[in-house]
């Protein structure tokens, strides 16, 4: 299982920005894929996560209304669009993914039982006032 995250980079207050997740090695119409986000010296957040085989999405309140999660299965890759960025949202943003009977709801978004989840490497988001 590989995920490859990509897209972070600087933009001001009140802009967007989309991060893509490439995928490879697993059924993704078999799994969720998910977004969390670490500020410094704050806990790993879930964001938003997408349900590969309906196609279900789901969002912390923290992003609902701003993000949008979205599969691109032909690309193997997974969006998040970021729109009306505010500067706490600056921070490492991973995708994630495991297989569907091993997540679960948490928080209006996703997380991961046990050691099922893979992740990929972080992309830097920063986000000026």
């Known amino acids: 299982v590989q995920l490859q995250a990509s897209g972070g980079g600087l933009v001001r207050a009140g802009g967007s920005l989309r991060l893509s997740c490439v995928t490879s090695?697993?059924?993704?119409?078999?799994?969720?894929i998910g977004w969390w986000r670490q500020a410094p010296g704050k806990e790993r957040e879930g964001i938003s996560c997408?349900?590969?085989?309906?196609?279900?999405?789901y969002y912390a309140d923290s992003v609902k209304g701003r993000f949008i999660i979205s599969n691109e299965n032909a690309k193997s890759t997974t969006y998040l669009q970021m729109n009306d960025l505010k500067p706490e949202d600056t921070a490492v943003y991973y995708c994630?993914?495991?297989?569907?009977?091993?997540?679960?709801?948490?928080?209006?978004?996703?997380?991961?039982?046990?050691?099922?989840?893979?992740w990929g490497q972080g992309t830097l988001v920063t986000v000026s006032s």
């Open positions: 090695g697993f059924a993704r119409d078999a799994n969720a």
């Open positions: 997408i349900n590969g085989k309906d196609g279900s999405s």
């Open positions: 994630a993914t495991a297989p569907l009977y091993a997540t679960k709801l948490v928080g209006g978004t996703c997380d991961f039982y046990g050691d099922f989840g893979s």
